[in-house]
């Protein structure tokens, strides 16, 4: 069974910052997917990636198969990023999504 | 399409009611996971379909909780008797195919037992 571990568990940061979030997974998967969950609850996709680095917006995510390791990055943040980040993982034996814990995050003005 | 679709978003029932969530994936996709999210154990895969048959059920916690999928836009989680400890957020999410591919997920359904 995969585990997916990520760290910070809770990150605090001011508006502008660099922010970094990493996730690492136990066993070879298909893809990492990053989510977004806002205090409203509903979870959104960020991005899906199986090799190298994507890019929307103020949001990367990049991901190191041989590491089993994939971050995803915040530039420039704002507080309305604030909100819970989940990295997943599919594949690796099993079907559906196997989750991190999360990190919640705060940008404060 | 308006994605996927889950009621009642909120459900407040007391202890030994039967509960029922419901959701109504995206059409043409092929696969449906139902999934729990809790403060202790964050979001935790309880039982996925693929073209309305149930593969992996193996995360479902006890013999209480029992889904089904009558055909390809709707699917059903019921727990009969319902307990405190399976207060919790449901979701639901649909996947055109399971091997990787983007999943979509529902608003929730924030179950309180009492």
Known sequence: KNEVEQSPQNLTAQEGEFITINCSYSVGISALHWLQQHPGGGIVSLFMLSSGKKKHGRLIATINIQEKHSSLHITASHPRDSAVYICAASGGGADGLTFGKGTHLIIQP | ?114
């Not at chain 2, 202890?15 to 043409?28: D, F």
């Not at chain 2, 479902?60 to 029992?66: L, V």
């Open chain 2, 1 to 114: 399409d308006a994605g996927v679709i889950q009621s009642p978003r909120h459900e407040v029932t007391e202890m030994g009611q039967e509960v029922t969530l419901r959701c109504k994936p995206i059409s043409g996709h092929d696969y449906l996971f139902w999934y729990r999210q809790t403060m202790m154990r964050g979001l935790e895969l309880l039982i996925y379909f693929n073209n309305n048959v149930p593969i992996d059920d193996s995360g479902m916690p006890e013999d209480r909780f029992s889904a089904k999928m009558p055909n390809a836009s709707f699917s059903t989680l019921k727990i009969q008797p319902s307990e405190p400890r399976d207060s919790a957020v449901y979701f639901c999410a649909s996947s055109p195919t399971s091997n990787g591919a983007e999943a979509f997920f529902g608003q929730g359904t924030r179950l309180t037992v009492v």
